[in-house]
């Protein structure tokens, strides 16, 4: 962090809403906050608009949401005149649209890269938030929105012995920008969640050889990628408006169709029928087939051993297909993944499994990485080890709110809120994607969207009726606090090891801050919320 001399500080900047991130959360809340005539700005670390999709650039890397989904739905014109080429497009197409929507929409005039903010302080007089960044720059806002991403603060890689490694290491969450040539090269990618899963077929490709080191196996289902054509396109934008009301209402932001039907309702040749249908047809299909899948471990089982049965007859080697298996944990209660080809690369002569169960990396050695069964020489590792999520970012910032209390002491036992959008005792400091909310279970364009508009019609609110300020009660934020818990609990989710619940990060309190009623519902409950007269929030 950069040190500010007091003496040369910067004058502050006075601003009404200041946004941290230009992920599509914030550049469409910079986009709403500038139309509504606010002095707006946002600050965003790397260099460019696109949040994820700036940083996440390994091999692969691809939306397993469909772009006609995971695109912005506020604009009939940026829907018309963008045309995705694939169902599920890949990052540089995605970074180009995001990139699209800045120049369209000319948001890079109030954008400050390089800009990362180190504190979001409260001035409880002046009742301002006052942004410190490493660039020395001073915002004062009267309201500040975060935008800083669920899962924006990937892992460091610190097994022992990593920094004595002459090779190159890369995170896939911050894969660098140049060009990295992996062919004729010795690699080792280390986790096999989301991002592994998609970087192993395509390094397997380009690499001498490549050893992929799984400690949790994921259940992954085949995305059955595809060109799109022209004439769907044009159907899809004849029908935009109705897609997107439905996906505004649905669970998960999405137009996949869901049903009612408990798994135990169809008969065993009927589930076999339908599931295999779902597998053929790729994509997410095999998440709506039946009604109860994270809330009867029973029904969870007989999907999960389909899956099963599918690596055992796709992986030729049966010791690699058994290890590859995952059990002990409900399949979807960690996320689905989407892959093309990934068992399949199992079957290539220049791909082994190194599987970290029964040798668990003992250390990094300068050629290679030890386990209890040796030591495997590789010129690369890629450190595909996921995110600190949901509250990760906010917790890097040093956040103080009001009376000097500080967010890490809030959030002490995990990430509170009140319905995800604001926390008690930090007044007009709004959350974007924020832990509480549906955010790990939703597209994340169409919440941020829901977020936002709710965000700025709360602040049209404030300022039309003279407002200084607006707070989460704390009894609201039990309340919600507790609905989340307690819906949490009524499903699979909180049974397995994942970033849901925290506890793929050492030392983080494990508790599943996700709010597992559905987008649909969340809307509602916000909107009632607003309508009451901000009816669990204090105005002042
Ligand atoms: P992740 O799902 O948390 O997976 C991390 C992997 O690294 C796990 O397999 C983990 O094993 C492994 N790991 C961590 N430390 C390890 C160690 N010391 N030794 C061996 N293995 C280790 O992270 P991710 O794959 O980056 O995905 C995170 C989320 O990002 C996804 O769930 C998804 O929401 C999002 N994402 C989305 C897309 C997309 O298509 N839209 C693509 C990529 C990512 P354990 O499970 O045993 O800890």
């Known amino acids: 962090m950069q040190q500010v001399n007091s003496s040369h500080a910067k004058a502050p900047r006075r ?63 940026i829907q018309q005149e963008w045309a995705w080429s694939e169902q599920f497009a890949a990052q540089p197409e995605i970074l180009a649209y995001a990139r699209f929507v800045a120049d369209k929409l000319d948001l890079k005039r109030d954008i400050s890269f390089n800009t990362r903010a180190t504190s979001v302080r409260y001035d409880d007089e002046r009742t301002l938030w006052r942004v410190q960044t490493d660039c020395g720059d001073v915002f004062e806002a009267k309201y500040c929105l975060m935008a800083t991403g669920p899962l924006s603060v990937p892992k460091q890689l610190d097994l022992p012995g990593t920094s004595t490694f ?26 096999t969640g989301s991002s592994g899963i998609q970087i192993v077929p395509v390094v397997a ?10 400690r949790t196996p994921s259940f992954t289902l085949p995305m059955r990628n595809r060109k799109l054509e022209e004439d769907y396109v044009a159907h899809i934008k004849a029908h935009y408006p109705g897609l997107r009301k439905a996906a505004r209402h649905s669970m998960t932001g999405g137009i996949r169709p ?25 994509g997410s299909h095999f998440l709506g087939l039946f009604s109860d899948l994270l809330t009867n471990s029973e029904a969870n089982e007989v999907v999960a051993e389909f899956v099963r049965g599918k690596i055992a007859e796709v992986v030729n080697d049966p010791d690699t297909a058994r290890r590859l298996t995952p059990r002990g944990y409900p399949i979807f209660a960690r996320r689905p993944c989407l892959d093309t080809g990934y068992y399949e690369t199992y079957n290539r002569e220049n791909v082994t499994l190194k599987d970290c169960l029964e040798h668990p990396i003992i250390e990094i050695t300068e050629n290679g990485i030890r386990t209890a069964d040796g030591v495997v020489e590789v010129d690369v590792i890629i ?13 890097s910032i040093d956040i103080e709110g009001k009376e000097g209390r500080s967010l890490k002491d809030k959030w002490a036992d995990g990430g509170r809120s009140h319905v995800g959008l604001m926390i008690e005792g930090f007044p007009n400091l709004f959350l974007i994607s924020g832990p509480n909310g549906p955010s790990a279970l939703a597209n994340f364009i169409l919440l941020a969207e829901q977020n936002v508009d709710w965000i700025c019609d709360c602040i049209r609110h404030l300022d039309a009726n003279g407002l200084r300020s607006i707070e989460a009660d704390a009894g609201a934020e039990n309340w919600w606090m507790n ?23 050492p030392g983080k309190p494990r508790t599943f801050p996700v709010y597992v009623g559905g987008l649909g519902r969340y809307r509602e409950i916000c909107d009632d919320a607003a309508a009451q007269g901000y009816s669990g929030f204090t105005l002042k």
């Not at 869901?258 to 597998?279: C, D, G, Q, Y």
Request: proline residues 3%; hydrophobic residues 40%; negative net charge.
């Open 15 to 77: 601003l009404d809403t200041l946004i941290i991130g230009a992920g599509f959360g914030g550049m469409y809340a910079l986009h709403r906050t500038r139309n509504m005539g606010l002095d707006t700005h946002l600050i965003e670390a790397g260099d460019d608009v696109g949040g994820t999709w700036y940083w996440n650039r390994y091999p692969g890397a691809r939306c397993d949401v469909m772009c006609i989904d995971y695109s912005y739905s506020f604009s009939d014109d």
């Open 166 to 191: 002459k090779g190159a290491i890369y995170l896939s969450g911050k894969w660098p920008h140049h060009d990295v040539d992996l062919k004729g090269k010795r690699v080792a990618v280390i986790g």
């Open 383 to 395: 450190a595909a080890i996921g995110y600190d999520a949901l509250t990760g970012a906010m917790l």
């Open 258 to 282: 869901i049903t009612h039907r408990p798994l135990f309702s169809v008969t065993p040749a009927e589930r076999e029928k339908l599931m295999e249908e779902a597998w053929q047809r790729g």
């Open 205 to 214: 490709e380009q690499a001498e050889h490549l050893y992929v080191y799984q």
């Open 483 to 505: 609905k989340v818990t307690t819906l949490g609990s009524m499903t699979l989710y909180p049974t397995a090891n994942t970033w849901y619940t925290g506890a793929n990060v």
